[in-house]
């Protein structure tokens, strides 16, 4: 077991939390940051780019100008790929960019990371985040106690974090199931309440579990 401080919402320390070490203290492989981090980026892609083909392209059943004559190349149709207004050949067309990664590569990945954070001191740990009001100069005064300047904020049901970190553009907030690969790697500092710490790591050891009876 891990032991990380924990502290109230002046910065001050109240107690400290033991956390297991298969999660926050796991080995950290960057090289499955990499599939993982790819996977979700890739899964995120929308794959809605399309062009119009000869048979979608509106109009061009006139045959454009007569066949001999003109002193121009014969055309049948005015929607060619080579004309102007004309189809496109081999353009995009609409596709599915997901593609799976092994739950197993994806949770190795996600306790690297949170390992990654614990081992670099940008982990810090809360009693509690209740705010008495959704405002965000409210949330904005307690990260700047902790000197935060870019972070993911995790806690369990808490509605008037959401709405008043909502408009901060350098700070994210998460639930515990929510918590990716991805997102802990994009903030340089990881702030999770003592219930969402004890949640993530249920969270992860259940599903480790779980793979391992398979």
């Not at 891990?2 to 002046?10: K, P, R």
């Not at 949170?114 to 990260?143: F, H, M, P, V, Y």
Request: glycine residues 8%; contains cysteine; aromatic residues 6%.
């Amino acid at each position: 077991m891990a032991t990380f401080d924990v502290y109230n919402q002046n910065r001050e320390k109240v107690s400290q939390v033991e956390l297991d070490d298969r999660v926050f203290g796991a080995e950290v492989k960057e090289h499955l940051f990499w599939e993982v981090v790819r996977n979700q980026l890739a899964n995120r892609r929308a794959g809605t780019a399309k062009v119009k083909t000869r048979s979608e392209v509106r109009g061009g059943g006139a045959k454009p100008f007569r066949q001999k004559g003109t002193g121009r190349a014969r055309q049948g149709s005015s929607r060619a790929h080579h004309m102007v207004g004309g189809a496109v050949v081999h353009g995009p067309q609409p596709r599915d960019y997901s593609y799976t990664v092994p739950k197993k590569v994806r949770q190795q990945a996600l306790c690297g990371a949170l390992s990654l954070r614990a081992q670099n001191q940008a982990l810090t740990i809360l009693e509690d985040l209740e705010l008495a009001q959704a405002k965000t100069k409210g949330l904005t005064e307690l990260l700047d106690r902790f000197g935060l300047n870019k972070a993911l904020i995790v806690d369990e049901e808490n509605n008037n974090l959401l709405l008043s970190c909502r408009n901060l553009q350098n700070f994210q907030t998460l639930p515990p199931i929510g918590v990716n690969v991805f997102d802990v790697l994009r903030f340089d500092h990881l702030v999770l309440t003592r219930r969402a710490a004890e949640a993530l790591v249920a969270r992860l050891t259940r599903a480790r579990k779980a793979q391992d009876s398979e």
